[in-house]
């Protein structure tokens, strides 16, 4: 497709287990982003992803949240033994180096994740 | 580092009124500032941006936005609201790395 998609839409899990959310960029946009989108917290930033260079994750909250992207394209967030205050919309966004639209994100649907 | 404000957590206007969302921003430096909007249950939308070209930004849906430096302001306005507007709106800037940060958002309410 020619958007950010992101799988699952919808994710519950129980409090403790793993989850994996994956991202889909726009093909040949060389930026990623994941956000979290929550009640108590608005939108926030979590992981940048630029090309080859090494990942800013200034933005995790904890060392429960990592993420990688191979190739170059896809991207996985990974929450480990989650908690309840995880449940939030994860976004992800990518952008292209060049163009009109060099620095606009363009953003996915959001995997909606409900810890129990 | 950058950060917006946005004044108001809800607005309510009538269908064929004027709308405006106002935002204030802080930034060391010139910033790009955005407007997204997001209806219910949809990804975030861009509106508009400002990078530092016109002060008068022209958008989708006919929203517009004017950067003001004096008044660190980059307040978002329409002259009709039409009841496919209600949404929630982010203004937005951004800092390094090219990353958002977003305001708290407003809640556009339009009204028959």
């Known amino acids: 497709g020619a958007g950010v998609s992101q799988s699952p839409s919808n994710k519950v899990t129980e409090k403790g287990k793993d989850v994996e959310l994956r991202c889909d960029p726009i093909?040949?946009?060389?930026?990623l982003y994941w956000y979290r989108q929550s009640l108590g917290q608005g939108l926030e930033f979590l992981i940048y992803?630029?090309?080859?260079?090494?990942?800013?994750k200034s933005g995790l909250p904890s060392d429960r949240f990592s993420a990688e992207r191979t190739g170059g394209s896809v991207s996985t967030l990974t929450i480990q033994r989650t908690q309840q205050e995880d449940s939030a919309v994860y976004l992800c966004?990518?952008?292209?180096?060049?163009?009109?639209?060099?620095?606009?994100?363009?953003f996915g649907p959001g995997t909606r994740l409900t810890v129990l | 580092a950058q950060s917006v404000t946005q004044l108001d957590s809800h607005v309510s206007v009538s269908e064929g009124t004027p709308v405006l969302l106002r935002c204030n921003y802080s930034?060391?430096?010139?910033?790009?500032l955005f407007w997204y909007v997001q209806h219910p249950n949809k990804g975030l939308q861009l509106l508009l941006k400002?990078?530092?070209?016109?002060?008068l930004v022209k958008g989708i849906n006919g929203f517009e936005a004017e950067f003001k430096k004096s008044e660190t302001s980059f307040h978002l306005t329409k002259p009709s609201a039409h009841m496919s507007d209600a949404a929630e709106y982010f203004c937005?800037?951004?800092?390094?790395?090219?990353?958002?940060?977003f305001g708290t958002g407003t809640q556009l309410k339009v009204e028959l």
């Open positions: 966004a990518s952008r292209s180096d060049g163009g009109y639209s060099y620095n606009e994100q363009f």
């Open positions: 093909s040949g946009h060389t930026a």
């Open positions: 992803f630029q090309g080859n260079s090494a990942p800013d």
């Open positions: 930034s060391s430096y010139s910033p790009s």
């Open positions: 400002y990078t530092s070209a016109a002060t």
């Open positions: 937005v800037v951004e800092g390094g790395g090219n990353k958002l940060t």
